[in-house]
């Protein structure tokens, strides 16, 4: 097998349903005539199919399925061998060894020269032809020859694979994204890498063999460029970032280099190509004049109007559109900016030089004097390059934006005009783009629905020019070429086309939607819906808001009965608010607490089907905020959901289609509450059959809507069975997906309503709705046609809240009884019977032999499998015991040691007991012996007082004693004449004597002075004894009771410290060992 199949087969998604076992359905890759696996158990041709006129084989129900994950670039392509990889969703891979059937590691390495492997594309080329020998030129279609262009080649190199990225111009991302690529490549592909000269060629990646092409990429598309730093490992590789599937999805392509210096020279050529693009171009129209058209001198431009208000968070973020997608929904009061976005489509570029004016005016139809202008805040090119960015500051509470700045009814609008005045280098005069929408403007304090996307408002304008002569200029260094001819807009266009369809808008590059991109503008163009698109309001009448919580609050009541009045409220739509209670009381789940603990089991399962979860995952709502981010919380939950259930039902398993009916419950509940509704989908309302026994409940199905199709819309049917168009070849999706793949969001929602309501016959309705509106159409269509029309215009024909409704109000309108149903079975029942029963017995030997060798096929590879497993559990077991047996003698060891530690620490305790025994023996010596000095100190100081106080009785008795002799003393000295004379009343002696006292009565007088002063003296001294006696008393007593309370305190401490500082040691040793012995 050629590189190219090789890289078609790991890098295309190209996938088909096939049975793993009669009932389980996987996806697997078909390329060309390989020959089947065990996983495919047989080619396509082996399959049995149904044959019943109408319904179509297997093979082709097969083929009808592959776009439901597919991108919608893939789903034009008819089966077959797929080796380009530019359309592709699933990222190139390294190949395995198996696949290529040589060893990687064996392979020679090429010499290193120090030589850049540079080359001409004409040299390649030229190579090629000498190597094929032979002349034919390249077709340059994928798998051939590149065709000549001036381009560079770049041989050696090493492409080790891609994957998404969210910031495609991030030099830290896409270094990341270098870093694992790099480490986790295991078997690289060799490739040749030709570079253009010129922005309109294309990169082109070649199987240095036979110089085949292996995939292209357009440098338009090509937004990156980056090398590895030196010094890392890294430094030999280099990657490019490029836009994928409507520049919804970026890729990173990451190469290394066999010779290092070869980077820079590669990245010099992407520089090289980004660079010339406007000198080439200019070089070519002088070179040769482009061939005058009508349209050569109309230019068209795009102008996207996009509202931010603040958010009260100090950020202003984009205003949504109303339900009827028409209006923006303002609110009072709050500041707001004006966010305006012009994009050339068609014609030569027009350099636009700056923004001369943004302005704004409330109504329609407005002169240009009642315009407004605005503060301009920025004026710029986009990060891209491709719009022209002007954003200005609008304050509401300006008296001239009084009217959209109060409150409008509910169930009206206003007009709001604002306008954009550029300076167009080339044009002579300033350029007016004119915007006329729609706005609402409500309370600030109201709740605003929830949106899931932004929008902006888009019109298409063409501006129509007439280049000037020299003479008409200026002045002639002017740069001045054109002169404004006309300037009109999509919308006045249409007024003027009376032939053309109210509603739907040309195609063509001025439908092109400029920057921001939108996922969902009113353009016709051959893109399906991206699954996930649609806004769902939130908002709902207050009155049906009051209905369903009474009706919720009796259903509470009784769970068990559904109440008389849901039906009919289900049939006009749950309130978005209230779907996820809801839809979770219709299925049942509201108790399913065994189911929620199953489920965060089964997620730590590994699960068989892992790569197909996580490469559908991916590809599930992208266009859906919550979803779009891979590695984000939305494809996380998403992924856990479908990996529960893989495991959880292990005879269907995961199947295509079911991560977008897990998308629609996740965005409602939270994971574990989703899980449960999908099993109560799957198993309770029969959606698993459809599954089983190589989809024959699903034929049935088709059988059915045929049958009901020929009942009520019997010239569509008659129309379908001449242009050979079978049921199984647009309702595939239907059936298998519930509507939810393909389908807005609103519509998708108030399906699931009626289903879990009426169960899933209302798929019937929902098909004979579609199908009954689309009837006018597609009866003038043909077979390819009809395709184009159920993968296109139908989905985006419900964006509109309003058709949806209809839809839907259709569908709940037509009355389909199941006891029709059941006759339709068992007519196809009977047809099946007749058909196994005019089959030739050979081909019936045939078919039989080929189930059987399926089935054989599949046992085979369960027994593979189980002896895979029985192994896989042996050697589990085996290492397991193994490490039993090593934990048990390391707890013997552990248990020989404590067992030692036990006796050690039991001879201590012994050892301490003792030591407590003689401890309390010598504190009760220690105790008695201080009570016996502590009764000891108290008869001494019993003592100590009552001597005391036989002084204190005796000092007071010699004191009263002393006072009475000296009191008779003073009396006999107041009686006596001369004794008076010489003391005072205070008893003390005079100072002065009376001179004229007698010489003898002076001696006299004298003598008993002296023995008075004697006895005197001998009184005070006998004083001062007795008092010095009194101190030192006291100095005992004190002495004695300061003794007295140092051996209580000692006693005290001995009793308090001492003694309970042992008694608390013993205990603990005592404790400590109780401890270890236990």
């Given amino acids: 097998m050629d590189d190219k199949g090789l890289v078609g087969k790991i890098s295309v998604s190209s996938d088909s349903v096939s049975t793993l076992n009669s009932e389980d359905f996987v996806l697997v890759s078909r390329l060309g005539d390989e020959t089947p696996s065990s996983t495919n158990n047989g080619s396509d041709d082996e399959k049995t199919g149904l044959k019943i006129v109408g319904n179509g084989s297997e093979q082709q129900l097969q083929r009808e399925l592959e776009d439901v994950l597919m991108d919608p670039s893939l789903a034009d392509a008819k089966p077959g061998p797929s080796t380009g990889t530019e359309n592709s969703d699933v990222p190139l891979a390294a190949p395995s060894p198996a696949a290529t059937g040589t060893d990687p590691l064996s392979a020679a390495s090429p010499k290193v020269e120090m030589v850049l492997p540079v080359q001409t594309a004409q040299e390649s080329e030229l190579n090629e032809r000498s190597y094929r020998g032979d002349d034919s030129s390249s077709d340059g279609s994928p798998g051939s020859p590149i065709p000549d262009e001036d381009s560079v080649v770049f041989s050696q190199l090493t492409y080790l694979g891609c994957a998404s990225v969210n910031a495609p111009r991030s030099e830290v991302e896409a270094l990341r994204m270098m870093s694992i690529l790099r480490g986790q490549c295991q078997v690289p592909l060799d490739v040749t890498l030709s570079v253009p000269g010129v922005s309109e060629g294309t990169v082109r990646l070649l199987d240095p063999n036979n110089s085949t092409e292996i995939a292209n990429y357009p440098i338009y598309k090509i937004m990156f460029c980056v090398r590895g730093h030196d010094g890392t490992p890294e430094r030999d590789c280099f990657a490019f970032t490029e836009s994928h599937y409507n520049a919804e999805i970026f890729r990173i392509h990451v190469f290394r280099c066999q010779i290092q210096e070869a980077v820079s020279r590669i990245l010099y050529s992407f520089a090289t190509a980004f660079r010339r693009s406007a000198k080439k171009s200019a070089a070519a129209a002088s070179q040769q004049p482009a061939p005058l058209t009508p349209d050569s001198d109309l230019f068209t431009f795009t102008v996207s109007l996009e509202i931010k208000e603040d958010d009260g968070k100090g950020t202003f973020s984009a205003v949504a559109k109303d339900k009827d997608k028409q209006s923006f929904k303002l609110r009072a009061g709050m500041g707001k900016k004006i966010v305006i976005y012009v994009q050339q489509t068609s014609n030569k570029e027009l350099a636009i030089e700056r923004c001369f004016g943004l302005l704004l005016s409330p109504g329609k139809n407005v002169k240009n004097s009642d315009m407004h202008l605005l503060d301009l805040e920025s004026m710029g090119k986009s990060s891209d390059g491709k719009s022209y960015i002007i954003t200005g500051s609008w304050n509401p509470s300006t008296p001239q934006f009084q009217a959209v700045n109060e409150e409008t009814p509910k169930d009206k609008f206003m007009y709001m005009t604002t306008a954009v005045d550029l300076v167009i280098t080339e044009v002579e005069e300033p350029v007016r783009f004119l915007l006329e929408t729609r706005v609402r ?638």
């Fill in 441 to 1078: 403007v409500c309370s600030p304090n109201d709740r605003l629905f929830w949106p899931f996307s932004k929008r902006n408002h888009t019109e298409t304008f063409y501006l129509k020019l007439r280049q000037m002569e020299r003479k008409e200029r200026k002045s002639p260094s002017s740069d001045s070429l054109y002169q404004v001819v006309s300037l009109e807009s999509e919308t006045e266009r249409e007024k003027r086309k009376t032939t053309a369809s109210p509603g739907i808008l040309p195609g063509g590059p001025g439908s092109t939607v400029p920057s921001p991109p939108e996922d969902d503008e009113e353009e016709d163009n051959d893109e399906p819906l991206l699954s996930g698109s649609g806004d769902v309001s939130k908002e709902c009448a207050e009155k049906i808001l009051e209905t369903w919580g009474d009706l919720l609050s009796k259903w509470h009541m009784n769970l068990s009965v559904r109440p008389r009045q849901l039906p009919a409220l289900v049939r006009s739509g749950i309130p978005e608010a209230l779907r996820g209670e809801v839809w979770q009381l219709l299925s049942g789940c509201h108790n399913n607490d065994h189911q929620v603990e199953e489920y965060r089991t089964l997620i730590t399962k590994e699960s068989p089907q892992d790569s197909a979860i996580t490469r559908d995952i991916n590809r599930t709502f992208p266009a859906h905020d919550y979803f779009k981010d891979t590695g984000g919380d939305g494809q996380d939950s998403l992924y856990k959901i479908c990996k529960a259930y893989s495991v959880y039902d292990e005879e269907i398993g995961y199947c295509q289609g079911q991560s977008f009916l897990a998308a629609v419950l996740l965005l409602h509940m939270p994971e574990e509450q989703a899980f449960s509704v999908l099993v109560k989908i799957m198993f309770d309302y029969g959606l698993r059959d459809l599954f089983k026994q190589n989809f024959e409940d699903l034929h049935c199905k088709f059988f059915q809507l045929e049958r009901l199709m020929q009942e009520y819309i019997p010239d569509l049917y008659n129309h379908f069975l001449n242009v050979g168009l079978e049921a199984h070849m647009y309702a595939s999706q239907w059936f298998l997906t519930l509507f939810t793949a393909k389908f807005p969001l609103y519509m998708v929602f108030h399906i699931i309503d009626l289903l879990l309501c009426e169960g899933i016959s209302v798929i019937f309705n929902v098909a004979l709705a579609l199908l009954k509106t689309s009837k006018d159409d597609l009866i003038q269509t043909d077979f390819e046609g009809a395709l184009k029309f159920f993968r296109v215009p139908v989905p985006k024909r419900y964006r509109s809240e309003e058709n949806a409704k209809k839809l839907m109000e259709l569908a709940c309108s037509m009355k389909i009884s199941q006891k029709k149903l059941k006759k339709f079975e068992k007519e196809y029942h009977t047809i099946r019977e007749q058909q196994e029963q005019q089959e030739a017995p050979i081909e019936r030997y045939e078919r039989e032999n080929r189930r059987l060798q399926e089935a054989n096929m599949r046992l085979e590879q369960e027994n593979d499998d189980l002896a895979h497993e029985l192994v896989s559990s042996k050697i589990a077991l085996r290492k397991d015991l193994d490490n039993a047996e090593e934990k048990a003698d390391a707890l013997n060891k552990e248990l020989l040691l404590t067992k030692q530690k036990l006796v050690d620490s039991e001879d201590e305790k012994r050892r301490l007991e003792e030591e407590s025994a003689q401890l309390k023996e010598m504190c009760r010596r220690e105790l008695d012996k201080s009570e016996s000095e502590i009764k000891k100190n108290g008869s001494i100081i019993g003592e100590y007082k009552q001597i005391c106080s036989q002084l204190s009785e005796r000092l007071e008795k010699q004191q009263s004693a002393n006072r009475g002799e000296l009191e008779k003393i003073r009396v006999k000295v107041e009686g006596c004449d001369k004794c008076s004379s010489l003391f005072n009343k205070e008893g003390r002696v005079r100072a002065a004597v009376s001179a004229a006292a007698p010489p003898g009565g002076s001696e006299e007088t004298d003598e008993e002075k002296e023995a008075l002063k004697n006895q005197l003296r001998e009184m005070e001294l006998e004083l001062a004894q007795t008092k010095l006696q009194l101190v030192e008393a006291e100095c005992k007593i004190q002495d004695l009771e300061h003794h007295l309370g140092l051996a209580l305190n000692e006693v005290q401490a001995a009793k308090k410290t001492w003694f309970n500082r042992t008694l608390s040691s013993i205990k603990t040793v005592t404790g400590a060992q109780g401890k270890e012995s236990a």
